[in-house]
Structure formats: C-alpha cells, structure tokens
C-alpha cells in the first residue's frame, strides 16, 4: 500500500488532536500524533522492517484503506480523479434533451447600481426592448427543441426559462407575449419547465406580480445591500434616491406564497459589519422569516467604473457567512419558538458547473437576439458569440466560446499537484477569457481557500454543540 496523494492533515488546537482529510473519498478522520507521523514519515509501506510502520496494527491500516487514506500500490488516483472531471464535464456539455435560456428584453435599468458590471460595455449600443421578430425566434428555438426530443423519454431535467436584464420588469409586454406561448408549447409537448426573474424589486407591484402569475413565473430573485443607509447609495435609484430600500421591501411584503422569494444580500469588506442590522429590518417589516423567502449572502466579485475592488476574500466571506448562517438560525428559533438545526457544509466530489456557459444547448438572449455564454458578459457585443437567427439555422456555438477548463489552463494553474482537486468544481474561468491572466482568487474553488478553517468549525461546533447541528446526510 501507499499513501494517497489527496490527504490533508489539520491541526485542532481547540482539541490537541489532527483531522485527517482525504479530498477523492471526502473522508475525515480524528488522528492522534502516532497516526499522523505514520502518514508523514518518510518510509515504504513494503518495509517491514520500519519501526513506525509496523506500530500500526491491522485493524487501523484496514481503517486508512478504507477512508482512501491509503491506496493500493498500482492505483492511479490521479487518472481515477480526472476520469470523474471528465465525466461531470461531459454530462453538462453535452446533455440533449435540455434548454437552457436566460433572456434579456431590455438592457436598460432603472437603477444605477455602483459595481454593476454591465456599466463597463460601453460599446453595446443596444439598449432598447426586444422587437417582435427576436421574440418570435425564441419561441421558434424553443417549439423546434421540444419537436427534436418529442420522441425522448421523458426531460429528468427541467428546461429552464430565465429572466435577466437590465430589469426585465421594465419589459413586461414581452415577458407576457414569449413567456406565455413557450408555456402553451411546453404544455403541448408535456415538458418540464422551470420559470424565474431576476429583478432589483422596483417594479414589483401588483401590477408586475400578475403578468408574473399568469404566466407561471413563480421563482423571484431581488437583491439588497444592507441596511437603507447603505443599500440606498450602493443601489441608486434615481427617481427617488432614499427611498429604494422603503419600495422594495415594500413590494416584498405584499408577495403572496405563491412565489418562491430569494433574497440576496450582497456582501464586501465594507458592508459586512452591516449584516446584522439588515437581518432586523427584515425582521421588522416582517418579511423574514416566511416560508416563501429564502434569505442568502453573495460575495461581489466586480469592480466599479472607478476600478475599486469592492470584493472579499474567500475564507474572510466564509466566515461572514457562517456567522451571519448562524445568526439567522438563533433568530428564527427565537422568533419561532423553534428547534431549527445548523446544516454543515461539507466537501463533495460532485462536479458542479455552470450550465450556462458550457452547456450546449444553453444560451443568454439579448433583446437585439444577441448571444452569449455567461451573464456577466450581456450587452458586450465584443463577448456575444452570435445571433439568435444563427441558432434557427442549426449552428450552437459549441466552437466558438467555451468556458470549459482546458488541460492547458489546469497546467498553468497547477490543478493536477493541487491536494484539492478532487472536489475543486473549478469557479468560473471568465475573468481568464476576458483578461489572459491568471488570478487564482477568482480561478480556484473556494475549498482551497477555506478548507481547513470550514473542516475544523465544523468538528469542533458538533462537539461543542450536538444539539445546534443537523444529522448530516450522506451524498
């Protein structure tokens, strides 16, 4: 036997003993300082004759074997973990009998929000509403694909239907007119089909919320950015510059539980301190908690017109996270008289990527039919792969942008020494694309940076406090 190339050994200081991570099996163990001077001495498990080595009995050895710690002497873990990348990759790229499409009627927005990305495409002069002819071809793509897979068994995965922007409250005509007669071909071909929004809330009043009904758009993302007091000046709305927050929140209290609300509070090394006192108004004008809404953090990962960096370290947000994922727990207990528990997040070597961009039959739609494979790059035409009209005529794009982690990207990042490999999804390659540069904070999974502070808060939470932590599940 040998040892495996993935394991990670973490210091406990809180209980003087090691975790002992693997990252192929996603095992963690408890080790005491023989185990681990076992697994870093610098031996051959084939000698016999190596004091340590024969310290460890069977019954232990067959305990390391089996979590992946150890591994026979002919296998490649290396050939083992690529084959799974491989695998996960393939099944998002070129899965069929799915479509994906975000659509943007308009590029125009009634707010002026101070890190949007979008401000920085100022060569798209395209920011007027989607004309009829861009909207027939939509509905033309979508009937042609539910036809192509008639004869399928049945779509496991949802087709889904996206609203993004600009603010596509802003277009209401056209969600109303493309929305509702996707639903009737959906209907006619009995496909599963997923329906959302992304707004920044404005316009979501009675009005909106009925064309949103109607056409069975029922999943609605908004987004703030604290408190009013900074949530006003990062979110600007110039019709009314103090009052954003106020009409927000306003229209989310009067959102029936029909609608599934996620509310995304952004977050950054200024505002973080700020969390707590978003949480209250919440709170407060009771919106939370609702078993309709779900309330989440996101990182900013854009920078200003002025080029300030408003982003966050990634084992710095993680943390925020948790502690604001904790202090929504001890709230709603507490406003429900409840005995919700603390879920753990743990490392898996399940390969998620982003459909969007590497997906085949996934696209972005500009009002003017526009293309694009990530929505950070809508309104950029020096980004757009192509024109919806294209898509008619038989052609996908495959070719011409993908967001896909070549092996030459992995080798320039050092992915295949990399102990995290195994459950490194890999964050988006974009800013790669865009730029030509390699910038490991926005390149790399999350894991390499907050791994071992994720591993160690969870052991010593669940011995510190059983009763706050859900059963884990297994995956």
């Known amino acids: 036997?040998?040892?495996?190339?993935?394991?990670?050994?973490?210091?406990?200081?809180?209980?003087?003993?090691?975790?002992?991570?693997?990252?192929?099996?996603?095992?963690?163990?408890?080790?005491?300082?023989?185990?681990?001077?076992?697994?870093?001495?610098?031996?051959?498990?084939?000698?016999?004759?190596?004091?340590?080595?024969?310290?460890?009995?069977?019954?232990?050895?067959?305990?390391?074997?089996?979590?992946?710690?150890?591994?026979?002497?002919?296998?490649?873990?290396?050939?083992?973990?690529?084959?799974?990348?491989?695998?996960?990759?393939?099944?998002?790229?070129?899965?069929?009998?799915?479509?994906?499409?975000?659509?943007?009627?308009?590029?125009?927005?009634?707010?002026?929000?101070?890190?949007?990305?979008?401000?920085?495409?100022?060569?798209s002069k395209n920011y007027g509403m989607m004309n009829e002819e861009v909207q027939q071809d939509i509905i033309n793509l979508y009937t042609n694909h539910c036809v192509k897979n008639k004869h399928k068994s049945d779509n496991i995965i949802a087709d889904t239907i996206s609203w993004y922007g600009g603010e596509p409250l802003l277009n209401l005509k056209v969600i109303n007119n493309v929305q509702g007669q996707i639903n009737k071909i959906q209907k006619q071909f009995n496909r599963k089909l997923k329906r959302s929004i992304t707004t920044n809330g404005i316009l979501l009043n009675s009005k909106s919320l009925r064309v949103l009904k109607d056409n069975e758009i029922n999943d609605i993302q908004v987004t703030i950015d604290g408190p009013p007091v900074i949530h006003n000046k990062r979110r600007y709305y110039p019709k009314d510059p103090t009052k954003s927050f106020d009409i927000i929140l306003n229209n989310l209290a009067i959102i029936d539980d029909y609608f599934k609300i996620t509310i995304r509070v952004n977050v950054d090394k200024e505002n973080y301190k700020y969390l707590d006192n978003t949480l209250e108004e919440l709170v407060t004008r009771k919106i939370w908690p609702r078993k309709n809404i779900t309330?989440?953090?996101?990182?900013?990962?854009?920078?200003?017109?002025?080029?300030?960096?408003?982003?966050?370290?990634?084992?710095?947000?993680?943390?925020?996270?948790?502690?604001?994922?904790?202090?929504?727990?001890?709230?709603?207990?507490?406003?429900?008289?409840?005995?919700?528990?603390?879920?753990?997040?743990?490392?898996?070597?399940?390969?998620?990527?982003?459909?969007?961009?590497?997906?085949?039959?996934?696209?972005?739609?500009?009002?003017?039919?526009?293309?694009?494979?990530?929505?950070?790059?809508?309104?950029?035409?020096?980004?757009?792969?192509?024109?919806?009209?294209?898509?008619?005529?038989?052609?996908?794009?495959?070719n011409k942008y993908s967001f896909n982690i070549t092996s030459e990207l992995r080798n320039k990042l050092g992915c295949y020494s990399c102990k995290i490999l195994p459950i490194c999804s890999i964050s988006c390659p974009e800013s790669y694309i865009r730029e030509g540069t390699i910038n490991h904070d926005f390149l790399c999974s999350k894991w390499k940076f907050i791994l071992e502070d994720t591993l160690l808060f969870n052991y010593n939470l669940q011995k510190k406090h059983p009763e706050l932590v859900a059963p884990a599940k297994k995956v």
Not at 99 to 120: A, D, H, K, V
Not at 323 to 351: H, S, V
Not at 360 to 377: E, F, L, R, T
Not at 386 to 396: A, C, F, H, L, T
Request: proline share 1%; with cysteine.
């Open 295 to 398: 309330l989440y953090t996101a990182n900013i990962k854009c920078h200003t017109l002025n080029n300030v960096n408003y982003s966050m370290e990634q084992n710095m947000f993680a943390k925020i996270k948790r502690e604001f994922r904790l202090k929504k727990l001890e709230t709603y207990n507490l406003l429900t008289n409840g005995n919700a528990k603390f879920k753990l997040i743990f490392p898996t070597r399940k390969k998620d990527g982003c459909i969007t961009a590497i997906g085949k039959n996934a696209y972005v739609i500009g009002p003017q039919g526009d293309i694009y494979k990530c929505w950070s790059n809508v309104g950029s035409e020096k980004y757009s792969v192509g024109n919806i009209s294209e898509i008619i005529e038989g052609d996908n794009f495959s």
């Open 1 to 123: 036997m040998k040892r495996s190339i993935y394991n990670i050994i973490i210091e406990n200081k809180d209980y003087n003993n090691w975790l002992l991570f693997n990252s192929r099996i996603c095992s963690l163990l408890e080790i005491d300082e023989h185990v681990k001077k076992y697994l870093e001495g610098d031996f051959n498990f084939q000698e016999n004759n190596y004091q340590e080595a024969q310290q460890l009995n069977e019954e232990d050895k067959t305990a390391l074997y089996e979590s992946g710690i150890l591994v026979d002497d002919d296998f490649d873990e290396l050939t083992d973990v690529m084959g799974l990348d491989k695998k996960g990759y393939d099944l998002y790229e070129n899965i069929e009998n799915y479509l994906n499409l975000t659509i943007c009627p308009t590029y125009g927005c009634n707010m002026r929000c101070s890190y949007c990305y979008e401000s920085f495409y100022k060569d």
